[in-house]
């Protein structure tokens, strides 16, 4: 049985992972909009190929390549049992949120982005208390009620349908909450959801008649092969980061940590990017801030009693 100080130590790694992890993925647009002169597909399939080799590199530095290669082996061999099914569709909800925060750079709807991933922990906490039994306290659900309506305000408010919105915050949640069924080393799970979709990400790259392959193998000129070959590791770096926290913390406490990455994004997408706010996101972030806040003080109240 764990004692105390292995689960504080515990907890602390995991905060640490999950800040550091939502940090990386708050600034990540300003990578994205290197790759403005790439297809957006284009750009994930390289995402996927690097972050292959470079995961694959650090498994070969920590001795753990052999390891890796066995436990692929295991859940092809006995996929009820180590619950590969669940590791497929975290690697399918991974790609999908990749694309869509791709897609929002390019598209100049980073502000729009960045209020999806303030809306990701209200996913993320809906899934811990209806899957996982966690417990909410009133002052939660207080702000859980409050995040609804600045979603209901962003929706109605909008000349547009805000699919970025939507898409992102529902596709990272489920992805976090699959991860957390699944009981695999991080670097090693991480690496083998990338196994798992190097083969459609490379063959892409080999299709429209060698287009890709030329942009690449020209892009170095001006430096957008290196930009691509990058993806690898800032993709790399937070994956792992958040499959370490994804298995140490509460998914609510997961959940209050994810405000960091909107927070830096919206603030790009206003200050850096120039991108116009309507009416309808400030009220929805007014919201949405406000449910913050509830949260994390409830939160606080609830670690503070004995």
Known sequence: MPSKKTDASSYKSGIASAVLS???????????????????????????????????????????????????KDLITAPIKNKTLLLLLATVFASANWLINIVAVTADRVVELGLGTFLTPLATMA???????????????????????????LIT??????????????????????????????????????????????????????????????????????VLIGTGIVT???MILFSLA???????????????????????GVFVFKEVVTWAEITALAFILSAVTLYIIGNRKQHSEP
């Not at 002169?37 to 070969?60: P, Q």
């Not at 207080?142 to 309506?149: G, H, Q, R, S, W």
């Not at 991480?190 to 790259?205: C, D, G, N």
Request: hydrophobic content about 60%; glycine content about 8%.
């Open 22 to 72: 939502y940090c990386f993925w708050g600034l990540i647009p300003l990578y994205w909009a290197l790759l403005k002169g790439a297809d957006n597909i284009e750009i994930l399939a390289h995402r996927i190929v690097w972050s292959l080799f470079f995961i694959l590199l650090m498994l070969v530095v920590k001795g753990q390549f052999g390891a890796t290669l066995a436990l692929l």
């Open 127 to 153: 899934i811990g208390i209806v899957f996982f039994s966690e417990r909410v306290s009133k002052i939660r659900m207080a702000a859980i009620a409050l995040a609804v309506c600045g979603v209901c305000v």
């Open 157 to 226: 408010g909008l000349d547009r349908f805000p699919w970025i919105a939507v898409l992102v915050s529902s596709t990272w949640a489920i992805y976090g909450a699959l991860k957390k069924l699944i009981v695999i080393d991080p670097s090693k799970s991480v690496a083998i959801e990338h196994t798992l979709m190097f083969i459609p990400a490379f063959a892409y790259l080999l299709s429209g008649s060698g287009i890709f392959v030329n942009h690449f193998v020209n892009g170095f000129s001006d430096g957008i092969s290196w």
């Open 236 to 238: 790399s770096i937070p």
């Open 246 to 268: 994804a298995q140490k913390l509460p998914m609510t406490v997961l959940g209050i940590i994810q405000f960091l990455s909107p927070v830096l994004t919206f603030f790009l």
